[in-house]
């Protein structure tokens, strides 16, 4: 990298720093932003520090490392907490909800109809019209029981 378009090599960590910090705003994935910083980081260490190629490439990795170990044990340690868990999970957000049945449940199977859509039911027989209480869901089909 020494002699790499002429580029020198603190200068060329520094580029790469930036490009990584650049490549995770693209593609965000929050692993390129440690690469970044390592990147960063040994560009500082071989400016103020004057060693060799070599060790900068090793300075390198040894940061990369130990940067990403960190972040994925802070993050594991600092999960984030969703303001509605169930956002995307259109058959937990039915749990408790009284539906009515548009497609007589027979040996377990049915329809019934939420809002504007109808859901294919597995549970006990019940007769067009009646209401049942979903109390689970299997993938897009929804468990449900006799309302009370």
Known sequence: MGDLLGLDPRWGWLALGLALAAAEIVAPGFFLIWLAAAALLTGVIAWVVPIGLALQIASFAVLAFALVLAARRWVGANAVVAADPLMNDRGGRL????????????????KVRQGDGEWLVRGPDTPIGNRVRVSGHDGT???VEAAN
């Open 141 to 143: 089909v929804l468990i």
């Open 95 to 110: 749990v408790g909800e009284v539906v009515v049945v548009t497609e007589e449940i027979v040996n377990g199977r049915g």
